[in-house]
């Protein structure tokens, strides 16, 4: 780029295409920035031999190309390009260059601008129409964009299932997949489709063989997965056991409600208006008011089985406050006892479940791990699938999830062009 022409600059300008002259330009009947672009007259490489050199020129021809709008103006690139004759006589080629791929519709850099429109979980459908190019042209962009996402391989992840809806309305079918996160930067390392234990395997296999910490939920698949893993520690998470006490407190509480009312809980029922404020911690309730409550619980449920039920959610919050191993276990020995002494269906039920988790709740004390990593990237995955209003193809599905939740986020830095002022405008 020896002779640079004032054109040339226009063409970096304008398109950020630095390597092309700008030889006109209009904007057309629909209101589209129409751009007359040519390389400048150069080497090129034969594009069957390979020799470089300055082929003589054969003929010309027309490729037009989207591109990114320019000041909200959809463009197109009409591109002049050359045919030239290869100097060591193996016929003609035309001109190459990177910006634009040999009969592609559109610029790379657009492709690029469509992978970060992706990447920020616009969907594929609003992409398309921006850039004038059909949805399969973004969505082979996306899928090769998916395949470019650097692989890490976590030592702690959290596995999760999440539903992928599939098949047209009348024969809807719900599909799952399996996701695997990793626990320290909260990023989707790999998804599959299923939620067995068979794809958890795969999953852990493939992309966490060294994963000294698994954190998931009560499915005995996903742990039974973990095991396959040599020394990995199995997490029972924290927020599902809490909320397995809920559960099986709201139970006591509706079975109560229908035995002593005879109906499911009405407005005024006593058991009913209690309902939310049960489901808080006790640790965060004054005494007093704690103490109005079992008042309350007691008026309301003469057998006290709500009470003993909230007693025994609590025991399980207060286990999971302890600070070692040790203050852990002593504690939920005395929510076994409770659960035994005041021998409330619901509670023993939970007790149970607890018991065959005793192993994968306390590795919580020795590692700290909880799910949150993992349910904070499913809330990314449901908010793809919402905004893509669901999905068919399951591998269309995972190149938007790696994009979207499966690499940590570049944020664009500009400089500033305003100095700080700490009064408000009136
Ligand atoms: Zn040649």
């Not at 030889?23 to 400048?40: C, F, K, Q, R, T």
């Not at 047209?168 to 626990?183: E, N, P």
């Not at 499966?406 to 830095?413: I, Y």
């Amino acid at each position: 780029m020896s002779d640079t022409t004032p054109d040339q600059g226009w063409s970096e300008l304008l398109f950020a295409l630095p390597e092309f002259i700008l030889s006109d330009a209009n904007i057309d009947e629909n209101g589209e920035l129409v751009a007359d672009v040519e390389l400048p007259r150069g080497l090129q490489p034969c594009t069957r031999c390979g020799v470089i050199g300055l082929h003589p020129l054969h003929d010309w021809r027309s490729h037009t190309v989207r591109h990114l709008p320019v000041a909200g103006r959809a463009t197109r690139l009409v591109w002049r390009k050359r045919l030239l004759t290869c100097l060591e006589g193996c016929g003609t080629f035309v001109e190459r260059t990177a910006s634009i791929a040999p009969s592609a519709v559109w610029s790379r850099a657009a492709a690029r601008a469509a992978v970060a429109a992706s990447q920020a979980n616009i969907p594929i459908d609003t992409i398309r129409k921006e850039f004038g190019v059909g949805w399969n042209t973004v969505m082979r962009a996306v899928l090769a964009a998916a395949q470019q996402v650097a692989q890490v391989r976590p030592t702690r992840v959290g596995i999760d299932e999440t539903v992928m809806t599939t098949g047209r309305l009348t024969t809807r079918r719900r599909q799952f997949l399996t996701a695997l996160v990793c626990l320290d930067t909260s990023l989707v390392v790999a998804v599959t489709q299923g939620r067995d234990r068979g794809s958890a395997v795969r999953l852990l296999a493939d992309h966490a063989p060294d994963a000294k910490v698994v954190a998931c939920d009560l499915f005995s698949g996903f742990k039974s997965a973990a095991d396959t893993l040599e020394d990995a520690v199995v997490v029972a998470d924290v927020f599902h056991l809490v909320r397995l006490g809920l559960t099986a407190l709201d139970e006591v509480r509706r079975r109560r409600q229908q035995q002593i009312h005879g109906h499911r809980g009405h407005r005024d029922d006593p058991l009913f208006r209690l309902r939310r404020v049960l489901r808080v911690g006790q640790e965060r309730l004054g005494e007093d008011v704690i103490a109005k409550i079992f008042d309350r619980l007691r008026d309301a449920d003469t057998d006290d089985e709500v009470a003993a039920a909230w007693v025994a959610v609590d025991l399980l919050r207060r286990m999971y406050q302890a600070p070692d191993r040790d203050t852990a276990h002593r504690r939920l020995v005395a929510f076994y006892e409770w659960a035994v002494t005041v021998d409330v269906p619901e509670v023993t039920r939970m007790a149970t479940t607890i018991d065959t988790w005793q192993d994968e709740v306390f590795a919580f004390f020795d590692t700290r791990a909880s799910n949150a990593p993992t349910e904070s990237a499913n809330v990314k995955i449901k908010s793809i699938r919402r905004a893509a209003r669901g999905f068919r193809n399951c591998d269309n599905y995972r190149a938007r999830i790696l994009l979207h939740a499966g690499q940590p986020r570049s944020l664009p830095t500009t400089s500033r062009i305003r100095s700080y002022r700490f009064t408000t405008a009136a």
